[in-house]
């Protein structure tokens, strides 16, 4: 069951977890990030990396971000790969010190 990124992410974009996935499985346009279903491998490293809690595993997503699934697998074809680390957005700090409220 692959990972996947929810809307937490948006607007932050951090891209920690880019930088410990042992594949190339994030994708990235102009305010988030997202996983590509087939080649996530599952190992999880992503997770505890995301400052923002923003990946989460399919299965254990709560009934209101099950669209986030569709959203990655979609997003993930239409978006350019990334493998290495980025600076996040401009706001990225203020919004991850509002979600972790």
Same mark, same amino acid.
């Given at each position: 069951?692959?990972? #996947?990124? !929810?809307?937490?992410? /948006?607007? $932050?974009r951090y !891209? %920690? $977890?880019v930088s410990v996935c042992p594949v190339e499985c994030f994708h990235i346009d102009d305010s988030m990030t997202y996983i590509d279903p087939t080649n996530c491998i599952d190992c999880g490293g992503c997770v505890p990396v995301c400052p923002v809690g923003a990946i989460k595993a399919a299965h254990k997503l709560p009934a209101d971000k099950l669209e986030w699934i569709e959203i990655n697998r979609r997003? /993930? /074809? %239409? !978006?350019? #790969? #990334? !493998?290495?680390r980025l600076p996040p957005l401009p706001g990225a700090d203020e919004r991850k010190a509002m979600i972790l409220r």
């Amino acid at each position: 069951m692959p990972y #996947v990124v !929810t809307d937490l992410c /948006a607007g $932050c974009r951090y !891209t %920690e $977890c880019v930088s410990v996935c042992p594949v190339e499985c994030f994708h990235i346009d102009d305010s988030m990030t997202y996983i590509d279903p087939t080649n996530c491998i599952d190992c999880g490293g992503c997770v505890p990396v995301c400052p923002v809690g923003a990946i989460k595993a399919a299965h254990k997503l709560p009934a209101d971000k099950l669209e986030w699934i569709e959203i990655n697998r979609r997003r /993930a /074809a %239409e !978006t350019p #790969v #990334v !493998t290495s680390r980025l600076p996040p957005l401009p706001g990225a700090d203020e919004r991850k010190a509002m979600i972790l409220r």
